[in-house]
C-alpha cells in the first residue's frame, strides 16, 4: 500500500505527539501537508497496535471452515478489523489490493469464496475507484461481496443515501442537493433558519455546518460553486465543489444507532453535546423501543440491507405526535472507544414473532466485523448446503 515517507518516523502520530501538540500546530500541519496521507499513516500505526504487529497477509493457521475469504485494503485501514475478526475466529483470509492494475487476475488467482471490501474515503479519487472496481467484482466477475455493493454504494455519500431515502419514502430531515448555484441561492434567500450545510463525505460532524442566517448560507453556496468546501480536518486537495447539500434543522438531544447484521440488532444512544449527537462522543448501550427496532427492520428490508447501521431520532411535531427520521445510514462503523464500559442493555435482538427478544453479551468485536464474518461464513455455508458450527458462539464476551 502507498505510504507518506514524511511521516514514517512515528513521532508525529504517536499518541505522546498529538496531546502535546498544541491546537494551532495541528492546524498548520493539517493545512501544509497532504493530509490524507498523513491521516493513513496515522491508521497504519493505529491498526498495528491492534493486531500487535505488522498486519498478517494471510492466515498462517488451520481454519474450521472450508472458506476463504479475501479482504481488500484500504487507506483508512479500517480492513485491519476484519482481519482481526478472522484471526480471532480461523477462518482462512488473504489481503488484496483493489488500486493494484492487475487486481482483476489478482482476485482471480487468489482462491477466495467471498470478498469484504470497506471503500476508502480520505480521498475521493480512491473511493471512486473502490465504486467502479466493486460494481466490476460483483456484476462481471460475480463474486460474493461483503457488504453488498448496494450498501457500500451508499456508505460515507450523503448524496446517494438523501436520493435513496427519498426514492423509498423513508422519512428524514427535508434535504435538497443543488448542483445549480442559482437555484441554490434563490432557495437559501427563502429559507427558515437555522440551516444545515453537510459536504458529501466526512465523519463525526467533521463536514457538517450549522447555518444561523440568510447571509452565512449565501456565502457558503458561492463558496460550494468557486473553491469548494473542505470538511474540518481533511484533506486540501479534494475540495467538494460544484453542488451544495442543505437540509432542514431538526432539533434534537438524542440520536440512536441500531446495527443490523443478518437478523441481530445492536443498539447504542448517542447524546447532543452542542450542535451535534453525531461525533459527540457520548454514547452508551440503550435499549431500544420495540417501535424503534420495527422501522429499523423495514427501512432496512426496503433496501435488502443486511449489513447496515441507521442513525434516527425522534421529530415532534405541532400536534405533539413523533415521527422518527434517519439521519445516517452506514454499512461500516467505528469501533467502541472502551469495550468494557457496558450496561444492562449490552447485547443483541433478534425477532421473535411479533416481538423482539434480547440476548445479554458484547457483539461490537472490531467495530462487529466478528459479526461481519460470521454472516459472511454463514451465508456461504447456506450457499453450499453445508451444516457448520455457528462461529457467532465464538462471539460473547
Known sequence: MRRWPVASSGLLHSDLGRRLAPAWLKRAI???IPYADFRSEQCRHQAERLLGGPIPQQSDYESPYPFRLGVFTDTSYYFAHHVKACREMRVAYR????SASRWVELVRESGCDAFLASPSALLSSLRHMFDERLRVLVEDIECPLYPSFSELW???SKRR????????????????????????????DGADYPLVCKTDTSAASKGVFILRSRRAAGKLVEQAFTSGITPRSWDRRDRQRGYVLLQQYVPHDTEWRVVRIGDDFLCRRKHRIGDYASGSGEIEWARPGRDMLDFVEKVTDLGGFRIMAVDFFAAVGAEGEAT???????????????????????????????????????????????????????????????????PVEVLSA
Request: proline residues 3%; glycine residues 6%.
Open 95 to 98: 489481503l488484496l489490493d483493489l
Open 324 to 390: 422518527y427520521l434517519v439521519n445516517e445510514l452506514q454499512c461500516l462503523i467505528g469501533a467502541i472507544v472502551n469495550e468494557q464500559k457496558r450496561n444492562e442493555d449490552t447485547g443483541k435482538w433478534h425477532r421473535s414473532g411479533a416481538d423482539w427478544r434480547f440476548v445479554p453479551g458484547f457483539f461490537y468485536q472490531n467495530a462487529c466485523a466478528n459479526l461481519r464474518v460470521a454472516y459472511v461464513i454463514k451465508a456461504l455455508a447456506g450457499m453450499r448446503g453445508l451444516r457448520l458450527v455457528n
Open 30 to 32: 493539517k493545512s501544509a
Open 161 to 188: 443515501m438523501r436520493d435513496w431515502l427519498v426514492a423509498h419514502d423513508v422519512p428524514h430531515p427535508k434535504t435538497d442537493v443543488f448542483y445549480n448555484r442559482e437555484e441554490a441561492l434563490a432557495f437559501v
Open 154 to 156: 451508499l456508505w460515507e
